[in-house]
């Protein structure tokens, strides 16, 4: 069929797997049978305005595929159907839902798993150069790759400041490392993420939390502890923060980023979160970029297995002992993980998983705002959980022992309390490997466990 031409106007993807995907597409419709010659390259190429090597590339891609076949002298060749992708097996689950890990919900969609598993296959050509050990940071192409990605939090910093490390949990102990030593306070929020608490007591960081108010840890507070404690770093958790899932506003973030000037307090601005909103406040980096070592983990946005994280440095010369600190822990990020969160990013695919994790999490939040009681919750339409302050008389160990036997699982603020007493909380999950029916379900219960009384709930057991 020397007069085909396909629509690439129908893809999102990149040019040259648009070509591929729409041969596959033809196959199937029957509009290319075996044999069919397609257009040759560079005449094709005219007819779509783009270049040639574009053309090229996507003919390459359909052969990979097993689609067609290039014939020296003659042409390329329609040679079959796509060849089937096995499906992963599905692990057996035991009854009950875990609601307890703060996890994306995983895709289901068969089109996005088939041009995720796509990504994997092309990384895979250069498995052999991936298993050898590469520099610290990052290739010029991952960093490339790591900036584009950066740039849609307002961050454009020059390559030099801009880090692949193996995961946020490595970069924040790296950092932390370097800004404080043993006895040293680090501030946080008085209800913070656990990996930032752990981080610490590893390093005998001394952890002061600041009182926080519907926006945020309070400036006026930060400032007092500068002066009582002479704090190494701020550590923040700023946007969908895990638990509390608030998100600190933009005139708030400018108020906090005073105060550390004020001071020469340096900001630890943890943003496992801030890509999951599609307009949410600049990230304090932004604000602040001589103060704020900025974490862009890819764990949540993408997938909790891709264990990598962008790491943005206050300047070029703090980027050589962050180097050498996480290379003698490390010595360098996977180059596996590292290519396929580059070959993602670079195909769209990130970007398509990030409006899945969107959509989907904007579902589950609908369900709980449908099930639990009203004002039982806190949350936003895009955090991954919800953070319940349980009525009385129910204890924060009798709801999570309560749930348990049923087979749920959940975590008693206990976790995330820096200092003093914990509240009677619990924080809930809505993301992971858990369907949407599972979710129902669970929180159906929850909702009827909120609305009666430990003795009864147990009664009935």
Known sequence: MADWIPDLARSDKPRYLAIADLIAEDIRAGRLTVGDRLPPQR??????DIDFTTVARGYV???????????VGQGTFVTGAPRARPRPATAPRAGGVDLSMNLPPEPD??????????????????????????GFGGTRADKDAATAWLSRRALVPAQERVFVTPGAHPALLGILGLLARPGDVVLSEAIT????RAVAAQLGLKLVGLPMDADGIDPDAFADACRTHAPKALYLNPTLQNPTTLTIPEGRRA?????????????????????????????????????????AGLAKCIGAGLRAAYVVVPDARSGYPFAAALRTASVMASPLTTALATRWIEDGTADTLLRFIRAETAARQALASELLPAGSFRADPLSFNLWIELPAPWTRSAFVGHMRTTGIGVVASDAFTVAGPASEAVRVCLGGPSSRAQIRSAL??????????????????
């Open 43 to 48: 005449k094709l190429a005219a007819k779509l």
């Open 61 to 71: 891609e359909a052969q990979k595929r097993g689609l067609v076949e290039s014939r």
């Open 109 to 134: 969609d068969p089109a996005l798993i088939e041009r995720m598993q796509e990504g994997l296959a092309e990384v895979g050509r250069d498995l052999v150069g991936l298993l050898r050990y590469q």
């Open 193 to 196: 993420y656990p990996g930032a």
């Open 255 to 295: 108020a906090i980023a005073a105060v550390a000037r004020r001071f020469g307090v340096p900001i630890v601005e943890d943003d496992a979160y801030g890509f999951i909103p599609a307009h949410g406040p600049p990230p304090l980096a932004a604000i602040a970029p001589d103060l704020t070592w900025h974490i």
């Open 444 to 461: 159906d219960y929850i909702a009827h466990a909120l609305e009666e009384s430990p003795e009864v709930v147990s009664s009935v057991m």
